[in-house]
């Protein structure tokens, strides 16, 4: 199994933009997570999905962010309009049970 | 979930072992210990979890005290390749969202030569 894939795997773009980052989780995993990493918020565990329910949006900052799960293999997160506090890297993890949660590579957003 | 409390950093000789603890005080009895780590600019990994018991996979050991109050990560061998942010996660596992994991600071282990 290839794991959790990421794409892109950097993106610069400026202020105002849209951004759309994907994932495609592990074959037969029922829940699949957005993450936040920041220097000063550290981790930040922004929605999830159960088999293909967005469950707990919670995290997410405002509504300019927006995530979709159209089918069980596929799953962005959008970001629109872009600011250079959305700078961070996002993950994106997998959980076929309750043990662990498979992370992904990360995508390294920069807004200028 | 309850809160952990964790040392920033920790240093340790390669090829020793590397014990990493975690204060979870408030823990109640449906909450799982999970440590998780992270290599720079990888995403997390999974390394265990336990409940009460203590418990050893490939990669390391979970020590839970009676009291549950607290835990150590023992890593038996470190190498340079366990350099790495070490987060210990305490987590609800009959509640619903019970896949959530909410990630503190951690404790950056550093292996040196």
């Known amino acids: 199994d290839a794991g959790v894939i990421q794409s892109p795997r950097h993106e610069v773009t400026e202020m105002g933009q849209e951004v759309t980052l994907r994932c495609k989780p592990i074959s037969g995993h029922d829940y699949l997570f957005w993450y936040r990493q920041t220097m000063m918020r550290g981790l930040e565990l922004l929605i999830y999905f159960n088999n293909n329910v967005p469950i707990d949006d919670s995290g997410m900052p405002e509504d300019r962010f927006s995530a979709k799960m159209p089918n069980a293999s596929f799953s962005t997160l959008k970001i629109q309009p872009s600011e250079p506090r959305d700078s961070a890297v996002y993950f994106c993890?997998?959980?076929?049970?309750?043990?662990?949660?498979?992370f992904g590579p990360g995508t390294r957003l920069t807004v200028l | 979930d309850a809160k952990t409390t964790q040392p920033p950093s920790m240093d340790c000789a390669e090829g020793r072992a590397a014990n990493l603890p975690c204060n979870h005080s408030t823990i109640s009895g449906n909450e799982y210990v999970y440590w998780y780590r992270q290599i720079h600019s990888q995403g997390p990994q999974y390394i265990i979890h336990g409940l009460k018991n203590n418990e050893t996979n490939e990669m390391a050991s979970l020590i839970i005290t009676e009291d549950r109050k607290s835990s150590t990560l023992i890593l038996p061998h470190a190498t340079l390749r366990d350099t790495a942010v070490y987060y210990c996660?305490?987590?609800?596992?009959?509640?619903?969202?019970?896949?959530?994991?909410?990630f503190g600071a951690g404790t950056r282990l550093a292996v040196h030569p």
């Open positions: 996660i305490v987590r609800d596992m009959f509640s619903g969202g019970y896949n959530k994991l909410i």
């Open positions: 993890a997998t959980g076929g049970g309750i043990n662990e949660q498979f």
